[in-house]
Nanobody, 121 residues
């Protein structure tokens, strides 16, 4: 079982910055790739950034150069530093983590509850 707890969302002015955090608590399992996704009203959920246990990163084109994903494997925590925010970044941001039981079986995809990021004057 994996629980993901996000924090760090809020209201910020255009051009501002926010840092999201997501801590994973896992029982009898191991965390693999972690990431951030977002969903704006009326839109489908989209990938923002992902990071492997070895720190290989992948970003959506829309956030390259502005967002930075990082992780602390010892704490099973992933971060998303968001700079130069624009109103187009307004969405609910969801933490994602792939996990697998130490007893074997399939890889599961786990989701956090989401945190609202609003970029507005």
């Amino acid at each position: 079982q994996v629980q993901l707890v996000e924090s760090g969302g809020g209201l910020v002015q255009p051009g501002g910055s926010l840092r999201l955090s997501c801590a994973a608590s896992v029982r009898n399992g191991r965390i693999y790739t972690m990431g951030w996704y977002r969903q704006a009203p009326g839109n489908e959920r989209e990938m923002v950034a992902t990071i492997s246990p070895g720190a290989i990163t992948n970003y959506a084109d829309s956030v390259k150069g502005r967002f930075t994903i990082s992780r602390d494997n010892a704490k099973n925590t992933v971060y998303l530093q968001m700079n130069s925010l624009s109103p187009k970044d307004t969405a609910v941001y969801y933490c994602n983590a792939n996990s697998k039981s130490i007893f074997g079986g399939a890889i599961f995809t786990n989701w956090g509850q989401g945190t609202q990021v609003t970029v507005s004057t």
